[in-house]
């Protein structure tokens, strides 16, 4: 069996089989950390957050605190043996406790460790911390204004020769947009639990996408080495990219308290406490300057990225290097240098978030579209059809790779005709010139996705697969489930390779002590990475068997067939679990490890040159809008949708991740808004003040469609495609739909430039000033 | 002193409490007491749903069952219930309710920890309306957040529960009768009064009871929804006992009707004015659709809306618009006022010690006259007021205003008349320049400030906006944004 020929399918993969899970989910009886049975004398810690957004702390008095009913004991800096240090970067920038300054406002001091999680949060309100005020930023601008510290080094893109590729244009635009951040609002909030074991050992239940870089923080918390750390992890309610790295403090606090007193320990913050002290998607601010010519043919694109990347440099570095890489979404820029700029601000250290930065490079490129497309009177459509990439020519991305696998001309296309598109602008064109108050608006818009971790090295993974004697089989791998369908479609794949039935797969929590050193389960690549090295562990049992087999039944390996429910071998049936039995009989080894390595993939920062990305997923949408001229209230009428998943593993899971991506995406650039006060203190921090997307925000007509002519140009695990991010990026046009309906009233000729989230109060403001520029 | 128990039914579980604490939580005491840990905490505010319970009570001789948000109901307000977790749904074969099964089928949960709250607010739905429109679905979801699917394999489901199976073969049917003698047996007409000082619960047996026991104690917190006392204790942590819990009182649900006002007394929830509303106040059908969640719905009330002095309820606009009259009552005292005259200042209100709000009046619109009220928010459903205007004018028989009544929330500490908008009007003919000269005085009744919800300049183009608004729709030229579902 060759090991990347991984086409093969017989009954379970590319089926819309259900999640897992999803029994238990809705009984109530799926089991999350906070639901586990805790162990005898378990405590509960929390954490105290500083009530300043940059300050020093001259003193903190925990008299108060100590006092209060059940109080175990307060933890601090100086309880930790090994390094107060939380930074996924390694730049040790990220305190568990801060010491000597806060540098945002909601910087855990401390934590208190009682009874009840009930005492330890009303304690940890008891301290009282004396201040001395710092100067602060919390916006990207005043970050710029204030000498543009960064957390991190920035990237540079370049490609071309951009002085020439300007001063071919005969038209040039500038500008700038300001993209909002977004909190991931998982359901299930940040929480550990943490249970002491014999001479350094600790477990570790943590709601996270990394457990191994759980270990690995908490291994150099308490100063012992990672094999002592087992970190834990069933299912997560939800993730998002919140939980690549902010669980790492909870988990560090939980087994920090567990060792010191020797009983199990339990942290869990309020939402309120979780979404002021973990970080969230980066605002961005792009300013942009663009050379174009009659025919809306982009010549030379120089922008800088400056991103709000909080108090330490947690994945700025990544996720602003990502935005760069979609700089370009799917259009082709002749000439191009783009920068970005990780900015230090007095806010909490933003993070990962679906896309990683990707989005909002996207979103600066639809930006510049839609300028020169209002600059020329023409239909966005038009001016990017005009710059999509070729497929033979004309497909250097701005680091450098060859776009190899090209099909966004086909899915617009085949988009532009479902949707109706062209007959829906005009009617809309149509209802604008007859209405005074409501305006409708619509929009097509590409999405272009690179798959793979840009940190080359997180490109692997492995899996654990044991066959028991009776034919029951364990699977494990280094991926995560937050809800996404990654187990289901995994164990797809290990049922499809053996040919048995999904109820034969035990799908195991994911450990750190059955598969070492994973990589985040992040990027979109669980699937692609985790599902192929759950294969080559099949791939090796099932090789085993085979051979075990041959020697068995007296025939060569080749007569040995593997067939739905066991194999074939001299015209005799052996059904899978007799196998097994046999095997075992005969002394074959029935479990494996697998591993994957993603091939081809190479890049220097340095030189801002490489292949990072091993495929391009692709996708687009349309959208159509009505807007309230009176007061900026609008509804999303219509969306379509025709998106890439390759050869799906499972067409129902990949849908939800369409729909769910497309409406979380929606959420982020309509009423999803981070808002801080003048003291620096985060006031959009709950359901109440912060509004993710409901039921009745869902467009009424949402037709979602794959691409199921797609297969990947690549070998990767059933011709599939990534799907966790890219769908993301489609509610772009939710953005373009409403900024047509504002365009409206100054007759389409001045460009909106609406900022990100499109509240009511932007379309309002967005109506009064075109309004205002058109009467001059 | 103590007697009683607060009593009630956990699934098919009679439960009596006399230990409990007065800020003790459903959610909580589900998850911590109990180890039913299928009912979530994704906010402890009311907001996500995760936490949906169902609790049925008795409404004349039927048990109604609620859709209720358990992370801020308190386990003191639920004498006489019978509560409906996530746990019980589950046939003991194992076999799952249709609504369980309609959500599995069409992949309606993806991380699932939303899920148990969504299908509890499925069920509620179903056993009221089996075959729902979309629009049904939405209002009794807009209380439930889901971060991961974008909702459309729930409302799919949704649309689906009923192919699974009807109401009156749902299996968990069969035992009510029998919860519902129970129910009938707690409600036995005797005051609940359990533990000492701050830890004080007391359960009237009527509202005289009621009014009673609150003249002797008037530093006890009163607590009918809980959908705003909920969160003193989530949130701030505030001490609240001695708690009187009042949601159960029959005649505070009284809504009597005559021939020129509808009363509604306090404890009538949202939910339960709704029909009354939508047959004599038309024009509050959609601003009482977008009050929070179908959860919050069922728990809140018309009185606590108003008794807290909110700048930003949903309710006071519309009611001072409409000339309402507040009766409150202390002891067996009652005296009226004009409800506008209630709210004195942020955080003040005209009530004494003791004193409680017993009853609203809303006089019916006289024939002829024009009412509207808009409410504007980031997000257009279970979202908080940037604004809400409530307008009504009457015009003489020359076409000029007699009389207008225009009232904000959200533009000032209190929810405020328009006193200098509305001097320009009246007198005046009903025209587009007497509206536009109306605009631009908007500044002397209102400076709002700017916070998370809106900036002041939004809400005070908004708030002049919607007079415009206002005045086209009376004069036929209606554009009113609506959302269109199939």
Redesign the interface.
Known sequence: MNKHDTSIALATVHT?T??D????????????I??M?EPAGTMHAYLALSTKPHAEIVSIDYAAVKASPGVIGVLTAEDIPGENDVSPSHKHDEPIFAIGKVHFWGQPLFAVVAETR?QA??AA?LAKVEYRDLEFVTSVRDAQAAGGKLVTEPLKLERGDVAAGMASASRRVKGSIEIGGQD??????QIAMAIPGEDEDVTVFASTQHPSEVQLMVAAVLAIRQHAVTVQIR??????GGKETQGNLFAAVAALAAKKWNRACKIRP???DDMTATGKRHDFVVDYDVGYDDSGKIHAVDAVYGARAGFSSDLSGPVTDRALFHADNAYWYPAVRVRSQPLYTNTVSNTAFRGFGGPQGMMAAERWIEDIAYDLGRDPLDIRKANFYGTTTDNVTPYHQTVGDNIIHRIVDELETSADYQARRKAVLAFNAE????KKGIALTPVKFGISFTATWYNQAGALVHVYKDGSIHLSHGGTE????LYIKVAQVVADAFGVGLDVVKIMATTTGKVPNTSATAASSGSDLNGMAAYDAARQIKERLTAHAAKLYECSEAEVVWVPGGIEAKGKFVGFAELAASGYMNRVQLSAAGFYQTPTIHWDRATGRGHPFYYFAYGASVTEV???T??????V?RVDVLHDVGRSLNP??D??QI??????GMGWLT?E?L?W?AKGQL??K????Y????????P???N?KLAEWSVNAEPTIGRSKAVGEPPFMLAMSVVEALSMAVASVADYKIAPRLNTPV???RV??GC?RLKREARG | MSKGAIRFILNDEEISLTDVKPDAMLLDWLRLERRLRGSKEGCAEGDCGACTVLVGRLMGDEIIYDSVTSCIRFVGSLHGTHVVTIEHLRGKDGILHPVQQAMVDHHGSQCGFCTPGFVMSLYGLWMRQPQPTQVAIEKALQGNLCRCTGYAPIIRAAKAISSYGAPEADPLRAERIAIKSKIIAIHDGSRVDIGEGPSRIIVPGSLDDFADVYAENPGATIVAGSTDVGLWVTKFMRAIGPVIFIGHLQELKAIKTSADAVQFFAGVSYSEALPVIGAHFPQLGELWSRIAGEQVRNMGTIGGNIANGSPIGDTPPPFIALGARLTLRKGVERREMALQDYFIAYGKQDRQPGEFVESVTLPLLPEGEKFAVYKISKRREEDISALCGAFRVSLDETGAVAAAKIAFGGMAATPKRASAVEATLVGKPWTLATIEAAMAVFEQDYQPISDMRASADYRLLTARNLLLRFFHETTGVSQRLKREVA
């Open positions: 819309s259900r999640h899970s999803a029994p238990k989910h809705v009984s109530g009886s799926a089991e999350y906070d639901d049975i009930d949060r009303r309100h991931h609002f998982y359901l299930e909030g299912r997560m309610g939800g993730g998002f309020d939402r309120d209405n005074a108050i409501l937050m809800g996404q369908g009505t807007i309230d009176l007061t900026g209230e609008y509804t009428d129902a899971i849908i939800g729909e769910g991506g497309f409406v979380q009423t808004e808002v006060d006031r959009t709950a359901p109440s003040t509004k993710i997307p409901l039921a009745s925000d869902v009424p007509i949402f979602v509240t009511p109060e309002l403001m009064e």
